[in-house]
T-cell receptor, first 113, second 112 residues
Framework: EAQVTQNPRYLITVTGKKLTVTCSQN?????MSWYRQDPGLGLRQIYY???????DKGDVPEGYKVSRKEKRNFPLILESPSPNQTSLYFC????????????FGEGSWLTVV | TQLLEQSPQFLSIQEGENLTVYCNSS?????LQWYRQEPGEGPVLLVT?????EVKKLKRLTFQFGDARKDSSLHITAAQPGDTGLYLCAGYLTDSWGKFQFGAGTQVVVTP
C-alpha cells in the first residue's frame, strides 16, 4: 500500500530538547516536503526536497533542519524547539514537484512546553 | 503572507443547498489543486486543474481554473453531510516548481 509514514504521531517535549520527526515513503517519489498547520493559517511549507541530497527552504524554515540522504526518508529536525513550534506537522511526497499528486502522512502533533 | 486567499473561511449550510468556495491570488500558478481534510488526517487530493479556463467535474463537485491561472473555485451542488470538511486550495507557482503554496482553507459544515 502506498504510504507516507511519520513518527511520532504525538509528542510533548520541553523547550531546547532536540527532537527529530521521521518521514518515510514507499512510492519511490523524488519530491518530499514538510508542512506545519496552524489554525487560520492553513499549511505552510517548511522545507522541500526535489531529490536525494537536494533540499530547499520553504516559507517558514527558521528553527528547522532537514536532510535527504536517501530517497525514501526525509527527517525533520528541531535542534532547539521553542513553544512557537507547537503545531501539527505533515510530511508529504510526490513523484516530482511539478503538479503531481501529493500524498500526505497522517500528521504529527507536537507540543513544546 | 498567504499567496492564495480562500473565501469564505467558514461555511455552514443545510443538506441539499449549494455552495461555492473561492481561491484567489495575484500570482500565476502552473497548476492548482483542491484538497479535503478531515480532522486528525492529512489532506486528500480532490482534483488538479492545469489549463486556464479549465472546468472539471467530480460527481456533485465542479472545479474551475481562471483564464489567467490566478484563481479557482469549487462548487458543490446539493451538499450532503459527508461533504463536511476543510477544503484547501494549493498550487505551484510558475517560477518555482518546488514551492507548493496552500490557502488557509474553508471549513464547510453541512447539517442534515
Amino acid at each position: 500500500e502506498a504510504q507516507v509514514t511519520q513518527n511520532p504521531r504525538y509528542l510533548i517535549t520541553v523547550t531546547g530538547k532536540k527532537l527529530t520527526v521521521t518521514c518515510s515513503q514507499n512510492m519511490n517519489h523524488e519530491y518530499m516536503s514538510w508542512y506545519r498547520q496552524d489554525p487560520g493559517l492553513g499549511l505552510r511549507q517548511i522545507y522541500y526536497s526535489m531529490n536525494v541530497e537536494v533540499t530547499d527552504k520553504g516559507d517558514v524554515p527558521e528553527g528547522y533542519k532537514v536532510s535527504r540522504k536517501e530517497k525514501r526518508n526525509f527527517p525533520l529536525i528541531l535542534e532547539s524547539p521553542s513553544p512557537n513550534q507547537t503545531s501539527l506537522y505533515f510530511c508529504a511526497s510526490s513523484l516530482s514537484g511539478a503538479g503531481n499528486t501529493i500524498y500526505f502522512g497522517e500528521g504529527s502533533w507536537l507540543t513544546v512546553v | 503572507t498567504q499567496l492564495l486567499e480562500q473565501s469564505p473561511q467558514f461555511l455552514s449550510i443545510q443538506e441539499g443547498e449549494n455552495l461555492t468556495v473561492y481561491c484567489n491570488s495575484s500570482s500565476v500558478f502552473s497548476s492548482l489543486q483542491w484538497y479535503r481534510q478531515e480532522p486528525g488526517e492529512g489532506p486528500v487530493l480532490l482534483v488538479t486543474v492545469v489549463t486556464g479556463g479549465e472546468v472539471k467535474k467530480l460527481k456533485r463537485l465542479t472545479f474551475q481554473f481562471g483564464d489567467a491561472r490566478k484563481d479557482s473555485s469549487l462548487h458543490i451542488t446539493a451538499a450532503q453531510p459527508g461533504d463536511t470538511g476543510l477544503y484547501l486550495c494549493a498550487g505551484y507557482l510558475t517560477d518555482s516548481w518546488g514551492k507548493f503554496q496552500f490557502g488557509a482553507g474553508t471549513q464547510v459544515v453541512v447539517t442534515p
